[in-house]
């Protein structure tokens, strides 16, 4: 018998919502789709998860190297070498945080009056209370923490500028101000030229 086993959407953005149609009735082409669909399911989890953990990791790594820059301009050298070896670390960080949830998930039908796969669910197969032990890790790793690194950062950069009196473009309009308040040339003394 001929089965097909079809991806409904194309391409890797299709796969995150990818659904199956299948024909056939073999236990061998049930067994690949039902691969597929744990594959598949899988990788749609770890997406999500990791395109969230890079997207936080990214902010907080900003966050701290503008602190960095703001806070000690002498000491702060920006170079591609370093900033490829923060793209690399953001993205093993943010694939390892995602590990156990990866380990975890199983695709599991619904127990129905009528047998059918094509209701498949993924879901870890961990106990409720390591769930939630994994989601407040989580939350702790990718919000808590970086919410208050990046909260202290950007406390310090304004408590720096806020002190500073060499805040780039302030002087210029300080002393112009000044210079026309002090009796010094004003604009309206200055005569427009036509040619």
Aim: charge should be positive; hydrophobic fraction near 45%; aromatic fraction near 10%.
């Amino acid at each position: 018998m001929q089965t097909a086993c079809r991806v409904l959407k194309s391409g890797p953005a299709g796969l995150n919502g990818g659904g199956f149609e299948v024909y056939g009735d073999s236990p061998q082409h049930l067994k690949i789709v039902l691969t597929l669909q744990l594959l598949f399911s899988k990788y749609c989890n770890a997406t999500k998860t990791v395109s969230v953990a890079v997207s936080v990791l990214t902010l907080t790594f900003i966050s701290v190297d503008r602190w960095y820059a703001i806070c000690f301009p002498l000491k702060f050298k920006s170079t591609t070498g370093r900033a490829k070896t923060a793209i690399l670390l953001i993205w093993l960080v943010a694939l390892a945080i995602d590990i156990p949830e990866l380990l975890a998930l199983q695709t599991h039908s619904p127990e129905l009056r009528v047998s059918s796969h094509l209701l498949t669910q993924c879901a870890p197969n961990w106990t409720t209370e390591t769930e939630i032990i994994f989601l407040c890790v989580k939350v702790v790793l990718l919000y808590s923490l970086p919410l208050l690194l990046m909260s202290v950062a950007y406390w310090q950069i304004v408590r720096v500028l806020w002190r500073s009196d060499a805040i780039p473009g302030q002087s210029e309009v300080s002393s112009s101000s000044t210079t026309l308040a002090s009796g010094g040339s004003s604009m309206s003394e200055y005569k427009p030229v036509i040619y």
